[in-house]
């Protein structure tokens, strides 16, 4: 079974600093594909940020040069440093992993946290 535990998330004002960790099953880890998504009130849930197991980034353009996404495979945890936060920014942000091969082939999801930032 897959587990993704994440944590970090919190109240904070415009221009503010979060940083939100996410703990993943160790028997997927290192392969995976790990990800951030975000879901604010009344929209689709949307990517933030993705990286790869050997390192590589990617991240939607509303978030380029605020948020940096990392990954230590030693202790299985992703984190997501979120900078210069906007009111914008505020939604349940969820942890993603993309596990390309069995027995727990497919996407996982932790159960999300919540980032407020207020004006």
């Known amino acids: 079974q897959v587990q993704l535990v994440e944590s970090g998330g919190g109240l904070v004002q415009t221009g503010g600093s979060l940083r939100l960790s996410c703990v993943a099953s160790?028997?997927?880890?290192?392969?995976?594909?790990m990800g951030w998504y975000r879901q604010a009130p009344g929209k689709q849930r949307e990517l933030v940020a993705t990286?790869?197991?050997?390192?590589?980034?990617n991240y939607a353009d509303s978030v380029k040069g605020r948020f940096t996404i990392s990954r230590d495979n030693a202790k299985n945890t992703v984190s997501l440093q979120m900078n210069s936060l906007k009111p914008e920014d505020t939604a349940v942000y969820y942890c993603?992993?993309?596990?390309?091969?069995?027995?727990?082939?497919?996407?996982?999801w932790g159960q999300g946290t919540q980032v407020t930032v207020s004006s």
């Open positions: 993603n992993a993309e596990v390309k091969s069995k027995p727990f082939l497919g996407a996982h």
């Open positions: 160790g028997t997927i880890f290192s392969s995976a594909t």
């Open positions: 990286i790869t197991g050997g390192g590589s980034s």
